[in-house]
């Protein structure tokens, strides 16, 4: 399990789903090494993607951080997900 999400600057929110669908990564670090050991079919096979919460106007990146926060903590993604960075 993977929790990510993306802040408003420089329209990153867009970009950083995109990623997410380009390479599997989205630039996760955990997720990265997946996909060079495993390859990206391996995580196509193992992973499902959500969108747990999406801002469709500029938000204040702090408050996008502190939600991504509360999901990490929620859902124990730290200890027993790929949440490493």
Request: with cysteine; net charge positive.
């Amino acid at each position: 399990m993977y929790v990510g999400s993306a802040t408003a600057q420089y329209g990153m929110l867009l970009q950083r789903w995109t990623n997410y669908i380009d390479n599997g990564h989205g630039g996760n670090v955990e997720l990265k090494h997946i996909v060079d050991t495993k390859g990206f079919d391996y995580v196509k096979e193992n992973f499902q993607y959500s969108v747990l919460e999406n801002y469709n106007a500029r938000m204040n990146d702090n408050y996008i951080l502190s939600r991504e926060k509360w999901w990490k903590d929620t859902l124990c993604t730290k200890q027993f997900g790929y949440n490493k960075n």
